[in-house]
């Protein structure tokens, strides 16, 4: 069977002229009109970096044509822009901002409402001492480039990393020890509280030897004084001579040898004392002393 088809298209209207046979038949279809448009993605976006925007053209037949490529695309915000084809990209920002994303496409528009977040990554927390008072002016080291912070009159310290830091928070400060001595974060993707530490008054000994001039044999029985600020301590030298005294980081006064316990026996042949000053060690004294 022989037969012919034309079609032509106005408006919405598609319509078919078939001859068959010298008979004329025509069909006539209504295509799907154009309803509206819309944007797709996301509504949170990190600042320093982009996400890729969408338009649909939604028709009523329930069909849908992507036509992001030949919309126009505009936004609103000084932190941001999108490019031809729907790329929106941040820059920093300092705290939350707001922006429009506005696309355009055959007489149709759709707007997108964005959150461009502020990814500083906020870590913060209290060094105390085991009362539970806080310590100031104590260092904490943020590891791999995340910087320093010292804690304030409350022992409270806060410090912002960059998006995507990690590494470890070590605090230090002179003639303290702390617990725990440092602290891992493993990317951390939001502000974290609570990284305490406590620290403890570091302690050190001072110690040494009472002898005899001459022989080199450890007096027993000698009475050592430690003398700081109008306090006085003592301790006594063992059977070989030897005495240990443990005192604070920092403490500073006089260590001085005073008399047998059963009464003065000897001249002191050197020194009359010791002077430590702000101790920050270990520290060996040695007398030496002429029996009668």
């Given at each position: 069977m022989n037969y012919t088809v034309s079609e032509y298209t106005t408006g919405s209207l598609r319509t078919a002229i078939i001859t068959v046979a010298g008979q004329i038949h025509t069909v006539t279809q209504i295509e799907g009109i154009s309803s509206f448009v819309e944007i797709s993605g996301p509504t949170l976006v990190n600042e320093n970096s982009g996400e890729q925007y969408t338009l649909t053209e939604y028709w009523s037949d329930g069909s849908s044509t992507v036509v992001t490529s030949s919309a126009s695309w505009s936004e609103d915000s000084t932190y941001a822009s999108i490019s031809s084809d729907g790329y929106l990209t941040t820059s920093e920002v300092t705290s939350d901002q707001s922006c429009t994303i506005t696309a355009s496409y055959g007489g149709m528009s759709d707007t997108h409402s964005v959150t461009?977040?502020?990814a500083t990554v906020y870590i913060s927390g209290d060094v105390l001492d085991s009362s539970g008072a806080g310590i100031s002016d104590v260092t904490l080291m943020f590891s791999n480039g995340g910087g320093t912070a010292t804690t304030d009159s409350s022992g409270f310290y806060s410090h912002d990393v960059p998006f995507g830091w990690s590494g470890t928070v070590t605090p230090s400060?002179?003639?303290?020890?702390?617990?725990?001595?440092?602290?891992?974060?493993?990317?951390?993707?939001?502000?974290?509280?609570?990284?305490d530490f406590i620290a403890v008054v570091s302690s050190f000994v001072i110690y040494g030897t009472v002898e005899h001039y001459l022989t080199g044999e450890g007096l027993s029985e000698v009475i050592i004084w430690f003398v700081s600020g109008g306090r006085v301590e003592e301790e006594r030298t063992d059977a070989s001579g030897n005495f240990f005294h443990t005192v604070e980081c920092g403490w500073t006064g006089v260590v001085r040898q005073v008399y047998f316990e059963d009464g003065f026996r000897g001249v002191l042949i050197e020194p009359d004392y010791y002077e430590v000053v702000f101790a920050m060690q270990d520290q060996r004294f040695r007398f030496l002393w002429q029996l009668r």
């Open positions: 461009i977040k502020d400060l002179i003639c303290y020890t702390f617990s725990p001595s440092y602290r891992n974060l493993p990317q951390p993707y939001e502000s974290i509280i609570n990284q």
